[in-house]
């Protein structure tokens, strides 16, 4: 927005009256492009992006969508929200990056229709004037895709991972965000609060961030746990007990 000098209209969180609010409002403008991240980073929560495109379909404007925490993730074969909503056709640009659900690497992509992406080759500064990603991070990057095409194990242990991992926490007692993605949001409410467990917890030998203003809503602390494929049962067993023994220890669950 800033390199093209765009005007910005910011509508509420997958808020779709709020959206259609913002289209009318910048009907008067010469082209119009909705922005909207595939799955929300803090609560896990995903767009509904058939709605967006019907929108964008009925105000004449493009759909850009940041498929970072979707993609590998969300829709039946991990083929991001596009594929969840059956919106294949209807979103003219994707972004994702491969330091999320493909391996935690360095780098990202942009795709999208070709005209575009031709365009972005010739008038993108970032991309013109950076760096490449190098090359064995493109390599295992490719061959990342490639085991995703050939079996949708590593998907459909990640989804199992999820739902033990929520229905396990859930059952002990945490109050956890309903997530539609590998995000679980597990909350706290109180900003020291979340701090103090990120500690304690990292004391049982289990990682994760306590997040809270301004990264998040004032009230609104959490310990945000990603969960992967990678995981064992023995791994999550390991994180619920440390977050049961901490939980209890601060007062958190009975
Ligand atoms: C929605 C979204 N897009 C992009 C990124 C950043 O990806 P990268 O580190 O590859 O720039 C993040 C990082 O957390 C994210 O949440």
Do not use: W
């Not at 080759?121 to 490449?132: A, I, T, W």
């Not at 310990?223 to 049962?233: D, G, N, P, Y």
Request: aromatic residues 10%.
């Amino acid at each position: 927005m800033r390199l093209c000098k765009a005007q910005r209209f910011r509508y509420a969180n997958a808020d779709m009256a709020d959206l259609e609010e913002k289209l009318k409002e910048a009907q008067a403008c010469r082209f119009r492009i909705i922005v909207t991240d595939g799955v929300f980073s803090m609560d896990g929560n995903v767009a509904p992006m058939d709605k967006i495109c019907a929108l964008a379909e009925k105000y004449d404007a493009l759909v850009m969508v940041d498929e970072s925490h979707s993609a590998g993730v969300v829709g039946p074969t991990g083929h991001g929200v596009a594929e969840q909503f059956n919106c294949y056709g209807r979103i003219d640009i994707f972004t994702g990056t491969l330091g999320k659900a493909f391996g935690g690497a360095v780098g990202g992509f942009t795709t999208g229709r070709k005209e575009i992406i031709d365009m972005l080759r010739q008038r993108s500064r970032p991309y013109l004037f950076s760096n490449s990603i190098p090359p064995m991070v493109a390599g295992a990057a490719l061959e990342t895709f490639r085991i995703l095409k050939e079996s949708n194990a590593l998907h459909d242990k990640l989804q199992a991972n999820v739902n033990y991992f929520r229905d396990k926490m859930l059952a002990a007692g945490f109050d956890i965000k309903p997530t539609q993605s590998a995000i679980c949001a597990v909350m706290l409410y109180d900003a020291p609060l979340s701090q103090k467990f990120a500690a304690q917890m990292a004391q049982e030998g289990i990682f994760v961030t306590g997040f809270y203003y301004p990264v998040v809503p004032k009230g609104q602390a959490r310990i945000r746990v990603q969960l992967s494929a990678a995981h064992e049962k023995s791994h999550l067993d390991k994180a619920i007990a440390a977050f049961i023994k901490v939980g209890k220890e601060l007062g958190v669950i009975k």
